[in-house]
């Protein structure tokens, strides 16, 4: 008969169960506050426990090795589940979440203003150069003399060249310019485009006669260059090492200063969940540790007979139960000899494991 014997640690599959656990979180909640991110498991949350969110309460040293008490016991709904290790995973998976949806906000780019990509205020100097002369600008009657029958009229009257240069300017430019400098001061793609940007000008005078090729130029960036040197995600590229986030947030763009006008609160990416979801210090949850067993598997210490007698055996948690039996004169089964012990491996080479043919433990050894 073969009996499975319970190992003394918990088993953990903390890890398969989690993203059952992750649920989105309140905006008005931030994980960052003292005594509010102690996540509970199970389908349901409370606002003061919402779900998901990781607990930045560190357990005390015996609620890390007892993990269904502490600040986390209430993400243990199984005896076998270990409820720090799976705030862990809270964290980590709490991590990953923010992360995307910052990526994800920074990429929903402010509208560049179809007034610059249109060039406006070139097309206003092409009104102004070619329809000047027909009205106000018109030197036909500078001077002139009309026929009147009977008799005629002497005008003399010329406006100067720029009289409909001076309308525009003071009919849409000069508006036109305070609009655009208040709303879209900022480079192409919402400040993206680093060094792409039109500027309307107020006075005729200050008209580019550039070619007008923004839109061109700008839908090249977007299709071709993948953002290439113009996006601000260059300035952190370790972005999913979170490091980088802990000190800025793309979504300041483009706004000038590096405000947060529709961002207020910012992420919700902390140090503290950073370490949480590391286990910085083995502060947060307790692993086994783990023993190599390279020192007895590499050679013999001084004073042995072989490397087979220097090994230990190694328990794999199963139990052997052992029944041996004669006959007796009648020809039925007698029991000779009835012992349990616990089965283990050799991890050495060329040995195999020896239990002394009766359940005294200190009889196990390894044999070649």
């Not at 398969?16 to 005594?35: C, D, K, Q, Y």
């Not at 709490?94 to 995307?100: G, K, S, T, V």
């Not at 309308?167 to 001061?185: H, M, P, Q, T």
Request: glycine content about 8%.
């Amino acid at each position: 008969m073969i009996s499975v014997q319970k190992p003394a640690q918990r088993f953990i599959f903390s890890a398969f169960m989690a993203l059952a656990f992750i649920a989105p979180t309140s905006g008005t909640v931030n994980a960052g506050s003292t005594g509010i991110g102690c996540g509970v498991g199970g389908t349901a949350g409370t606002p003061a426990n919402p779900q998901g969110v990781p607990c930045q309460t560190p357990p005390d040293p015996g609620e890390l090795d007892d993990p269904d008490t502490g600040p986390n016991a209430p993400k243990s709904e199984s005896s076998a589940c270990d409820a720090n290790f799976m705030n862990q995973i809270y964290a980590k998976a709490f991590l990953e979440a923010e992360r995307e949806v910052v990526v994800h906000n920074a990429l929903i780019m402010k509208p560049d203003s179809v007034f610059e990509y249109t060039c406006f205020d070139q097309q206003a100097a092409d009104v102004a150069i070619i329809a000047g002369p027909i009205f106000s600008e018109s030197t036909r009657w500078s001077p002139t003399t009309v026929p009147i029958n009977p008799g005629s009229v002497k005008i003399d009257v010329n406006m100067g060249d720029t009289r409909l240069d001076d309308g525009i300017e003071n009919l849409v430019l000069e508006s036109l310019k305070i609009y655009v400098d208040s709303n879209f001061a900022h480079d192409f793609l919402g400040g993206m485009a680093t060094g792409d940007n039109n500027t309307i000008s107020g006075t005729m005078a200050g008209i580019s006669p550039l070619p007008c090729d923004f839109m061109y130029l700008v839908h090249d960036v977007v299709r071709c260059d993948a953002f290439a040197p113009h996006v601000q995600f260059l300035s952190f590229e370790s972005y999913y090492s979170t490091p980088a986030l802990l000190s800025t947030d793309p979504r300041t763009l483009p706004v000038a200063g590096g405000g947060l006008t529709h961002c207020p609160k910012g992420h919700q990416i902390t140090s503290a969940i950073v370490d949480i979801a590391n286990n910085t210090n083995w502060t947060y949850a307790s692993f086994d540790l783990v023993d190599t067993l390279l020192p007895i598997q590499r050679s013999p210490d001084p004073g042995t007979s072989g490397i087979c007698e220097n090994a230990k055996p190694i328990p794999t948690g199963v139990v052997i139960s052992i029944n041996e039996k004669d006959l007796d004169p009648a020809g039925n089964p007698v029991s000779k000899h009835k012992y349990e012990y616990k089965d283990k491996v050799c991890s050495n080479p060329a040995c195999f494991f020896d239990h002394g043919g009766d359940s005294s433990e200190g009889n196990d050894k390894c044999v070649p």
